[in-house]
């Protein structure tokens, strides 16, 4: 790696803001595929750290038989870092991925489109800000859109593609192209708080926790149920120990902000974790407690339910993951086709429209109902997708056209 000004000017493409665990994922991913990068960090100590963050993965690919040692050093001699963000007045394409403040990520974004040329890309890897207040900081919001890589960016093929209403279909195609050559699977959203994939895992998450909290059956039995049954990798609650109930509850507070849908708050119990400081396996304690890696016996944080009605999962959970799915389609966020991507991608989680397929319309929208009468939650209702899938002469073929179209 070398000093941005060692590198004769016009030779870099695609300039990375921020190097901290994101920003140094994705600048590796566009130098192993062949792209000139330069990495921009806020100071000379940061920069350190990023460079130390890319030495260290390049070399862990290395010792996976993934990376030859002659690579790596090409690869590492493809990116120059700096602190001078005027270094993007040569980039096609700029990816910010600086820490997650609105009024931070505003404040460069007006900077960028002041350096950067005027057809440049302008591209954010934000997981929960507004990506239309973020373009809205510009002069050139068409050319601004959300790249939402995944961690580590390096491993991980996803790619969610966020378009606000002002980003033209040039940036979105042009972002596409980029995203193919560096063998990322691009997948298609809109401007809506957790976009596809963490808008679906998280409200299922808060949902079983609220089951937990409620007394439907105990944190054991939901998750066992998910994984035996339903074939999820984790149980939901264990999965929140994981990515930290913390993380979880910040998505939830963003999504139930923007939706007013109920089932998007924060369970209360999630609350009292977090507030407790129980945040999941980073602090020892969440759902479950841990002794390093290893669950303990600890008993979790409700009392074991009086009469449990795990006969009735996993449907109760994956009915409504379903319907939640189909509001997606069914309001034009997102296809079924680039749902199942996200879902089985990111989170190694079942296709939800191929679950659909195999448990049928029609029997998804009776548990749905059932659920509906049974909470009277407005987040609840089934998808009127849903209903028009189950109504269907054929719902089966009614749901393959509809993947077909996608
Ligand atoms: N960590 C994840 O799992 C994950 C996944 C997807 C998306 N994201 C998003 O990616 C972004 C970065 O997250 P992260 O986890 O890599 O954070 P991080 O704290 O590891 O890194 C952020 C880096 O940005 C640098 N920075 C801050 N202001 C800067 C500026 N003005 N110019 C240049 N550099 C600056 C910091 O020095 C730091 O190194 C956030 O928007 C986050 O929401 C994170």
């Known amino acids: 790696m070398a000093h941005i000004d060692e590198h004769p000017a016009g030779s870099a493409l695609v300039a990375v803001i921020g190097l901290g665990t994101m920003g140094a994922g994705i600048a590796e991913v566009f130098a192993r595929s062949g792209y000139r990068v330069r990495g921009i960090e806020n100071d000379a100590a940061a920069l350190e750290r990023g460079r130390s963050l890319l030495q260290k993965s390049t070399a862990r690919a290395v010792a996976r038989g993934k990376l030859e040692a002659e690579g790596q050093q090409q ?30 990520k505003t404040a460069l974004f007006a900077e960028l489109d002041r350096l950067a040329p005027p057809e440049a890309l302008l591209a954010t890897n934000t997981s929960s800000l507004s990506i239309t207040a973020i373009a809205a900081a510009t002069a050139r919001p068409e050319r601004v859109i959300g790249v939402h890589f995944f961690n580590p960016a390096p491993v991980q093929t996803l790619v969610e593609v966020i378009r606000t209403v002002s980003t033209s279909d040039d940036t979105v195609e042009r972002t596409y192209a980029i995203l193919r050559t560096i063998q990322k699977t691009p997948i298609g959203c809109g401007d809506r708080a957790g976009f596809v994939v963490n808008a679906l895992l998280i409200a299922y998450l808060n949902r079983a926790v609220r089951l937990y909290q409620d007394g439907f059956a105990s944190r054991e039995e939901i998750d066992q149920s998910m994984v035996d049954l339903a074939g999820y990798p984790m149980g939901p609650l264990a999965l929140l120990d994981l990515i930290g109930l913390d993380v979880a509850h910040a998505v939830l507070v963003r999504m139930y902000d923007e939706t007013r849908d109920r089932l998007h ?26 002794s390093g890696t290893d669950v303990t016996d600890e008993p979790g944080p409700v009392k074991p339910p009086p009469a449990s009605r795990a ?37 190694r989680m079942p296709a939800p429209f191929d679950v659909l397929a195999q448990y049928g ?46």
């Open 75 to 104: 690869l590492l001699g493809r990116i120059d870092l700096g602190t001078d963000l005027s270094a993007v007045a040569d980039c096609s394409l700029v990816v910010e991925a600086v820490s997650e403040r609105l009024d931070l």
């Open 265 to 290: 708050a924060p369970a209360p119990l999630l609350t009292q974790l977090v507030t407790a400081g129980r945040l999941g396996r980073k602090s020892g304690r969440g759902f479950y407690g841990y």
């Open 311 to 347: 006969a009735e999962l996993p449907d109760t959970l994956v009915m409504g993951y379903l319907n939640d799915a189909c509001a997606m389609v069914q309001s034009n966020y997102a296809t079924p086709d680039d749902i199942d991507t996200g879902m089985v991608q990111g989170c």
């Open 361 to 406: 319309p029609a029997t998804v929208l009776a548990g749905q109902r059932q659920l509906f009468a049974e909470t009277a939650e407005p987040g609840h209702r089934p998808a009127l997708l849903l209903e028009r899938l189950a109504a269907a002469d054929d719902p089966q073929a009614a749901l393959a056209a509809l993947r077909t179209r996608s």
